[in-house]
């Protein structure tokens, strides 16, 4: 065996051994909340599709016509040929959606993440991230020269303190956190936050990526970072902020300026999620609604967004518990390290308007029993 082959099976039969390898699994969505694996249906419980919009004849007319019109690819970065006129109307309605003058979008959210803290900060500056932030905001600010501090989680006191020690030394600051925490489910003190990044002129960027559309926002930080692949059921990313901000970015985010542009037809879905998300309120009320639902049900501290983690600790006990639940017809995946800190392995519940009461208690049913002791 050659050197490559030899490192890579090795590092693959220690982290088999201790419950971390990932593997792929053909998961075919159906619409509603119903998925195909391994021949048979399963009720997901796993899926960021939080209003159901995935499969949303409306959304997939307009990918189709998108296409239709403007091909299947976009054939060039935006600031060469990829500018297509659907892709400037999302970003205006992005822009209002969020209260912002304008909008960029990104070919994902990873994308975004990465292109933003590196845009606006270099040596001499510093970024403080939530330590729960998702892995694509921490390479983002590893991307970046400048200092990278992590605050704890949801700590504004521990925020607070590293801005005395810290900020008067660095020329900028950039203060990053999530709206919803994407494994916890928890929301960040944006109020707080806030306005300590106002007395220590930072600037607050928040990724909304779980809470667009479901999550009212309660402060209205600098920066808006979100995704198009989650409650909108599409595909790519985008940063609502002032123009200034945003046409910087058009010429410094290097993986807006050295990337192919969105695809039409993720720009035509997003286009008209938005419309929906913004004349629908009832559908955007039902996940939080069926996310507490389950909790109350179940046992569990209530939730505060559509995200409900169970955490049990090791690796093996979440994939266990997956099994069984599987076993009772429902798909809840394992989450494992090094996507939650080591010893955090859960189970993480995701609520969908298109998901039905009955399967919600019924799965709190099964949630319920597992975790009585035996005996
Ligand atoms: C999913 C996610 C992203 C990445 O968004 P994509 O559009 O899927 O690349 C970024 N941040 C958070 C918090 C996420 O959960």
Not at 48 to 58: E, F, T, V, W
Not at 59 to 84: H, N, P, Q
Not at 250 to 273: C, E, N, Q
Not at 282 to 309: C, D, K, N, W, Y
Request: proline residues 5%.
């Amino acid at each position: 065996m050659d050197s490559l082959d030899a490192f890579t099976t090795d590092a693959l039969d220690r982290l088999e051994a201790q419950a971390l390898r990932r593997r792929l699994t053909s998961t075919e969505r159906c619409g509603g909340a119903e998925v195909i694996r391994g021949g048979r249906r399963l009720i997901s419980f796993s899926c960021n599709d939080y209003l159901g919009l995935a499969h949303d004849p409306r959304v997939k007319a307009a990918a189709i016509a998108a296409v239709e019109r403007y091909g299947a690819g976009g054939a060039a970065s935006r600031l060469v040929t990829g500018d297509y006129p659907l892709i400037e109307a999302l970003e205006a309605r992005l822009a209002a959606h969020k209260g912002k003058a304008a909008a960029l979008v990104f070919g994902s959210g990873y994308l975004a993440n990465i292109a933003i803290p590196p845009a606006l900060t270099k040596a001499g500056d510093l970024i403080l991230v939530d330590d729960l932030s998702h892995a694509c905001i921490l390479a983002g600010a590893k991307l970046s020269d400048a200092r990278t501090l992590r605050f704890r989680h949801n700590d504004v006191r521990h925020l607070a303190s590293l801005l005395e020690a810290e900020r008067p030394a660095a020329r900028r600051c950039l203060i990053v956190t999530e709206r919803v925490f994407s494994m916890d489910g928890d929301r960040a003190p944006m109020t707080a936050l806030a306005s300590l990044a106002h007395d220590h002129d930072a600037w607050l960027m928040v990724d909304d990526a779980h809470g667009l559309g479901v999550i009212q926002g309660d402060a209205s930080p600098a920066l808006e970072m979100g995704t198009l692949s989650k409650s909108l059921g599409s595909y790519g990313g985008y940063l609502a902020a002032s123009e200034p901000v945003i046409e910087y970015l058009k010429s410094r985010a290097r993986s807006f300026v050295y990337t192919t542009a969105l695809p039409p037809a993720s720009a035509g879905a997003a286009l008209a999620a938005l419309d929906i998300l913004e004349r629908e309120p009832e559908r955007r009320s039902r996940p939080l609604m069926l996310a507490q639902r389950f909790a109350r049900a179940a046992g569990l501290p209530p939730a505060e967004s559509s995200i409900v983690p169970l955490i049990v600790g090791e690796a093996e006990r979440a994939l266990k518990l997956s099994a069984e639940l599987d076993a009772d017809g429902f798909l809840v995946v394992a989450i494992r390290p090094p996507t939650v800190p080591p010893g955090r392995a859960r189970l993480r519940f995701t609520f969908s308007a298109a998901h039905a009461e009955a399967d919600v208690d019924r799965l709190a049913v099964s949630v319920a029993r597992l975790l009585e002791p035996a005996g």
